[in-house]
């Protein structure tokens, strides 16, 4: 359904994997698709694809530059994550953000993401509260010393997705994280997954994907963001 694109970043170019929404000449409300850290493999590019058909205009910023890695490999996939540098990055999501806001003709657009791309939602909800008023991390990590948000800045909604067996981003971390957002008065919906642990949402890793989980996660997604975007 989608294709890669390319987009202005700061007098620059990014990269990224675009979804139109379905059924109609009027775009959708647009949405950042924030990919694991395996990079935009063949599970973000279906994400967006399924977006674009619940009725969302969705773009995946490469942010590896081409570069994916197997499924199979998480030690190279934790050296990438590792490597990603902060400042070109965080152009390259501003860049996404002011595409979608471009193509659809709508001011505001949400951020969704997993794992390492969870925690870049909430960072990129921090650093552009002009344009972002939704954002969703599912099992969002944020490994990175110098991208800690100030979530003061914060003017999205959250609704955040935890698996109550996950050892990298904890049913703790999660009410840690939403009693800091509230303590600021921010609008927040935490959900917890019993069963299910890291990557549950992910349907091409069988040993982690948790079909049940993964459907309430997405069911959840989808109405929030209609909710906060239409």
Same mark, same amino acid.
């Given at each position: 359904m989608g294709e890669f694109i390319e987009y202005p970043v700061n007098g620059t170019g990014g990269r990224g994997y675009l979804a139109?929404?379905?059924g109609g000449a009027t775009p959708g409300p647009g949405v950042v698709v924030l990919q694991e850290w395996w990079g935009v493999v063949d599970q973000i590019t279906r994400t967006c694809d399924r977006f674009a058909e619940a009725g969302f205009t969705a773009l995946a910023p490469d942010l590896y530059?081409? =570069? =994916?890695? *197997?499924? =199979?490999? *998480? #030690? #190279?996939a934790a050296k990438e994550m590792m490597a990603l540098e902060m400042g070109p990055a965080a152009k390259e999501l501003s860049g996404a953000v002011d595409e979608l806001v471009r193509r659809t003709g709508r001011a505001h657009v949400g951020a969704v993401g997993f794992c390492m791309g969870g925690g870049l939602a909430l960072v990129l909800g921090t650093q552009r509260p002009d344009a972002v008023s939704a954002v969703v991390p599912a099992y969002g990590l944020i490994p990175w010393p110098d991208a800690q948000p100030d979530y003061s800045l914060l003017t999205a909604a959250v609704q955040a997705h935890v698996a109550e067996d996950d050892d990298y981003f904890t049913p703790e971390a999660g009410r840690e994280l939403d009693a800091e957002l509230r303590a600021l008065g921010k609008e927040t919906e935490f959900h917890y997954y019993p069963g299910a642990g890291h990557?549950?949402?992910n349907e091409d890793r069988p040993e982690a994907h948790h079909l049940e989980s993964a459907d309430l996660l997405w069911e959840r997604t989808i109405a929030f963001l209609h909710r906060q975007l239409d």
């Open positions: 139109g929404s379905a530059h081409g =570069t =994916t890695v *197997p499924l =199979t490999e *998480p #030690d #190279d990557a549950f949402f």
